[in-house]
Structure formats: structure tokens, C-alpha cells
């Protein structure tokens, strides 16, 4: 505020063990956090203030944050989205917040899925349909993934955070498209932990779809749906042939803004999951700060053509020591529209790490 006065722009500041970092949207709310993580970087608060002031927007309305008539039925309203923020906060299996992109997972049986999907989506008469799985993206109609950002991250985080029920119809704000419009999001469970999500208007009612629509397209395919269950933390289908030294992988698409994030290809291995999706987030942010640009878009026309050159593609990190067996080793690699991080084993040798993340990035290429 001392600074504001003097026309001064401040936005973070550091003490001895923590990090401030605070952002005011809409000269109405200002939101601050503090972290007392070691080396957290301000680029990952930063987001995290945009996703949580995203959760406002989502469960009360841009109308209520900007015009603020009654500050404690405000705080009464803000109830609504703790639970939602908690997630952001807690150690998550999900990377959405940091990315900005839709986390996402890969069925064996996506084509028949989408299908089914896009009846289902008809039948409603509504153009958003999603299905998802612990928080992410199995399948979605067109209308879905043309949501923006931030919503296109918070709908599935927020289902994913919400206590287990067999149907719901929740009004919701979106952020970019709608946000002082509400809009009702009904989810309908299919199995544990996997839901049918619809964004809709007032119609349809909630007794329309279920159960006897809902049963008419989804039991058929009961066995398709089964294996998109331990898709959640794995991302991957069973036996896609991944490196055996291959520990966590994040691969981003920028211009679809959607990710495949897991820590967990290949069962059971040191270091911990909680581990390994510290070190793959912590090198996401080193890398997007860093060495690539941050955000995806066509390259600017410029006559500097060695400037151009020497935009880097390619980055790797040895935590440890650089000795086979020892330490762990991170990789990073962007080719056009695709980035891949990979967090490999102390076994894989640093003078492989290129070749072994464009051969990885290749195979995954056609899933994403």
C-alpha cells in the first residue's frame, strides 16, 4: 500500500525463510499468500493467486467481488470455495495450477468413448459434455474443450475436490466466459470416482438424465469405462511401452492447453510419488521461467534471425551427483506446440538424456 501511494508497483517481497507474493484483480479483492517452501519460485504463487481468485469467480460471481455491497455475506459466500482452494494448497496429484492446462488421461477405448459421449452430448441438447476421472479429462465434446482459461483447469479440479455423490446440479460462474452469469454444472457419477459432466442453462432438469437416459448410453459400455478407473494416477494405458528408467513425466500441449502428468509409470521405485511430483513441478517452473518462453505463440517476426537460433529446445538437471547409480536426473525438451519433462532414474546416463526424451516424446506424440 506504501508503495501504491508513491505509484510504486510491488509484488513480492522475501524474508529469511519466505516468500510474499500478492496480486490485486479488478482494483477490488487482493489476494496475498506466503510460503515458507525453499526455493519456491514466484512464478508458481503467482498462479496459484490466479487460480484461487479463478475459485472465487467460479462459486460467487465476478459481480460480488467487484461490487462489494455487504463484506461479511461476501466472506458467508466465500465459504463455498474452500474447499476447492484447499486442493490448490494441499500436495495434489493434479499439475493444472501450475500449467494452466487441462490435466488429462488416456483411455485404451477413447474413440468409443467419445462416440458415446457425443450421442449422450445430443440427446441432453447440450454442447458441453466431459468425462472425468480423479480430477481429469477422459473425454469431452468439441463445446467442452473450447472452454477458456481458467475454467477449462477449475471444472475438473472442482469435481475432483467435491465429496463423492451420486448426481449434483451446481450453479456455476466461468471466470472468462460467463462471470457474472451463472451457468449449472450436473454431474452424474458413472462409477467411483468417474463422472459425466454437463455444463448447461436451465435446461435440462437434473430428472431428465437420471437414471433412465443415463442408462440407456452408458451401460453398454460398463467394461470401457472400468479401465479408464486406474487411469487416474497412472494417465497412461496398461503396458504403453514406456523407458524403464523413465520415474515421472509431464508432456504439455501449448496450443491445446492440455497436459498428461504421472509419477507413476511404472510401479513401485524410489523416490516416492510425493517426491517425484515435487521435483517434476519444482523443474516445471525452473524451465518456463528460465529457458523457454512462457507462454506458447507463433515466434515474432524479427530481423534478429540469431536470436531466433538460440531460443533453447533442450535442458537437463542432475540432482546428486553426476556418478551412474547416484542422484536423479530431470529433462526437458520442446518441439513445436509440445513440451516434455521427464524425470528419470540415477541409472540413465546423462550423455543419453536428449535422445531418450525425443524418443519418449515422439511415442506420446499421437496421444497428445
Known sequence: MFGQN??????????????????????????????????????????????????????????ELTNIRNVERLKKDLRASYCLIDSFLGDSELIGDLTQCVDCVIPPEGSLLQEAL??????????????VVSGRVVAATEGWWRLGTPEAVL???????????????????????????????????????????????????????????????????????????????????SGFPLHTDILGLLLLHLELKRCLFTVEPLGDKEPSPEQRRRLLRNFYTLVTSTHFPPEPGPPEKTEDEVYQAQLPRACYL???????????????????????????????????LRSLATHTLHALTPLL
Open 6 to 63: 508513491l505509484e510504486v508497483q510491488l509484488s513480492s517481497a522475501k524474508t529469511e525463510n519466505t516468500t510474499v507474493v500478492w496480486k490485486s484483480f479488478h482494483d477490488s479483492i487482493t489476494l496475498i499468500v506466503l510460503s515458507s517452501e525453499e526455493g519456491i519460485s514466484e512464478l508458481r504463487l503467482e498462479r496459484l493467486l490466479q487460480m484461487v481468485f479463478g475459485a472465487m469467480v467460479l462459486l460467487v460471481g465476478l459481480e
Open 118 to 131: 457425443s450421442g449422450f452430448a445430443e440427446a441432453t441438447g447440450t454442447a458441453f459434455v466431459s468425462l
Open 155 to 237: 471444472l475438473p479440479w472442482l469435481v475432483g475436490s467435491l465429496p463423492p455423490q451420486t448426481a449434483r446440479d451446481y450453479p456455476v460462474y466461468l471466470p472468462h466466459g460467463s462471470p457474472t452469469v451463472p451457468h449449472r454444472l450436473l454431474t452424474l457419477t458413472l462409477l467411483p470416482s468417474l463422472e459425466l459432466c454437463l455444463l448447461c442453462g436451465p435446461s435440462p432438469p437434473l430428472s431428465q438424465l437420471y437414471p433412465q437416459l443415463l442408462e440407456r448410453c452408458w451401460q453398454p459400455l460398463l467394461d470401457p469405462l472400468r479401465a479408464c478407473l486406474p487411469l487416474g494416477p497412472r494417465a497412461l494405458p
Open 318 to 352: 542432475v540432482l546428486g551427483t553426476e556418478e551412474p547409480g547416484k542422484g536423479v536426473r530431470l529433462v526437458a525438451l520442446q518441439l513445436g506446440v509440445r513440451r516434455l519433462l521427464l524425470l528419470l532414474s540415477p541409472q540413465s546416463p546423462s550423455h543419453g
